[in-house]
């Protein structure tokens, strides 16, 4: 798949207005600040596709990127904005599990953690959902770079050990990641292709 023609879909507030659940598509999610555009950005090679700097608390969407007729990106909106409101964060939490579970064209996740701080609560429920639901995801370490390669690989050895341990490495692969860098776009890009290979 050429990951440079990605282009812009469409935008869903909520699951009733999702492309057709047709295809294959991969969803992308993660805390905000984790990474997540960026590594976007940096896969598809367009600085432009999905925005840098995001304006806390403005409404969440799903944005819907195509690569071509029948296989699209997703990217799902990070919450854990501080501003913005618990019954938001609720009702946004309600549509993102009804997504990851009722779509039937959704072949794996991608979740985005900087490498510094792995594991927070949001990506644990992310995880959950998502072996509950037998989707497989692929764990991006994003910031690779703002650690040497030694402690890098300790921090993926530790998420592995600390997935086993909770059970929840069912189809989970675990990756170091630099957008910047663009370290581990090769590996990213194998996933992917198996993932929505038709
Ligand atoms: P998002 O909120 O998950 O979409 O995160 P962004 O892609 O907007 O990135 C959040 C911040 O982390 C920005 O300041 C980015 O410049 C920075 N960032 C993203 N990826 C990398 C990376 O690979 N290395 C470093 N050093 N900084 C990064």
Same mark, same amino acid.
């Given at each position: ?29 993660? *805390?905000?600040?984790?990474? =997540? ?17 995001? +304006? ?99 921090? *993926? ?6 997935? =086993? ?15 910047? =860098? ?11 292709? +198996?993932?929505?290979?038709?």
């Amino acid at each position: 798949i050429n990951f440079r023609r990605a282009a812009f879909l469409t935008s869903a507030p909520t699951l009733e207005e999702c492309p057709e659940d047709f295809g294959a598509e991969v969803a992308f999610a993660g *805390r905000s600040n984790a990474g =997540k555009s960026s590594a976007i950005n940096a896969l598809t090679d367009n600085s432009k596709l999905a925005r840098t700097s995001k +304006t806390p608390g403005r409404t969440q969407l799903i944005n819907f990127f195509s690569l071509g007729e029948h296989q699209r990106l997703v990217d799902l909106p990070g919450y854990g904005y501080a501003k913005v409101a618990r019954s938001m964060k609720d009702e946004w939490q309600r549509h993102l599990a009804f997504y990851l579970e009722q779509r039937r064209c959704l072949k794996g996740l991608v979740l985005l953690m900087d490498i510094r701080q792995p594991l927070k609560e949001f990506d644990l429920h992310m995880l959950t959902w998502a072996v509950n639901a037998g989707l497989p995801a692929h764990i991006l370490l994003t910031k690779g770079d703002k650690l040497k390669n030694g402690p890098a690989n300790n921090t *993926r050895f530790a998420v592995e050990k600390a997935l =086993k341990e909770q059970e929840l490495d069912r189809g989970v692969t675990v990756q170091v990641f630099s957008a910047t =860098k663009r370290k581990g776009l090769d590996k990213l890009e194998q996933r992917l292709n +198996t993932w929505l290979a038709l």
